[in-house]
C-alpha cells in the first residue's frame, strides 16, 4: 500500500486528535487539532512519534491554559448586544490623532468609516 506523499500516519493523527480531548470542546480545541495535525505533514515516522508524544504529554497543560480564568475570553456573539448582532449599532463620530474621521459603535465598539468616506488615493479633495 503506498501512502500520499508527506501525509501523516493514520495512528500519529488519531493519538493527536484523541489527546487534544482533553481540551474541552468548541473552537480552542478544534483549533488545536488542526493545527497539531497539520504540523505532522511532512514529517517521517520518528519526527511524527516525537511530535505525538509530545502532543499527549503536553495536552493536560493545555487543557489548563485554555481552561484558566485568566485566559478565558468570552465570545464576541455572547457579549455583543442584541441590536448591535443585528446591525443597528450606536455610531459616534471620532477622529484620528492625523484627523481622519471614522465612525465607532458606543455599546460594541465596533469602527466603520463614514458614509461619505472615499480613500485617499480616489478623493479629489485632498
Ligand atoms: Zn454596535
Redesign the pocket.
Given at each position: 500500500m503506498t501512502r500520499a506523499e508527506g501525509r501523516p500516519a493514520w495512528w500519529s493523527m488519531s493519538i493527536t486528535r484523541t489527546a487534544l480531548r482533553l481540551v474541552p470542546p468548541g473552537a480552542a480545541r478544534e483549533r488545536w487539532q488542526r493545527e497539531l495535525v497539520a504540523e505532522l505533514y511532512g514529517l517521517d515516522r520518528g519526527q511524527q512519534a516525537r511530535h505525538t508524544l509530545g502532543v499527549v504529554s503536553r495536552a493536560a497543560a493545555l487543557r489548563a491554559a485554555v481552561t484558566s480564568r485568566d485566559r478565558l475570553v468570552p465570545e464576541d456573539v455572547m457579549t455583543?448586544?442584541f441590536r448591535?448582532r443585528l446591525g443597528w449599532?450606536?455610531w459616534a463620530h471620532r477622529y484620528t490623532d492625523q484627523h481622519a474621521h471614522y465612525l465607532v459603535?458606543r455599546?460594541?465598539h465596533?469602527q466603520e468609516d463614514p458614509p461619505d468616506f472615499l480613500p485617499p488615493a480616489a478623493n479629489p479633495m485632498l
Amino acid at each position: 500500500m503506498t501512502r500520499a506523499e508527506g501525509r501523516p500516519a493514520w495512528w500519529s493523527m488519531s493519538i493527536t486528535r484523541t489527546a487534544l480531548r482533553l481540551v474541552p470542546p468548541g473552537a480552542a480545541r478544534e483549533r488545536w487539532q488542526r493545527e497539531l495535525v497539520a504540523e505532522l505533514y511532512g514529517l517521517d515516522r520518528g519526527q511524527q512519534a516525537r511530535h505525538t508524544l509530545g502532543v499527549v504529554s503536553r495536552a493536560a497543560a493545555l487543557r489548563a491554559a485554555v481552561t484558566s480564568r485568566d485566559r478565558l475570553v468570552p465570545e464576541d456573539v455572547m457579549t455583543k448586544g442584541f441590536r448591535c448582532r443585528l446591525g443597528w449599532h450606536k455610531w459616534a463620530h471620532r477622529y484620528t490623532d492625523q484627523h481622519a474621521h471614522y465612525l465607532v459603535c458606543r455599546r460594541c465598539h465596533k469602527q466603520e468609516d463614514p458614509p461619505d468616506f472615499l480613500p485617499p488615493a480616489a478623493n479629489p479633495m485632498l
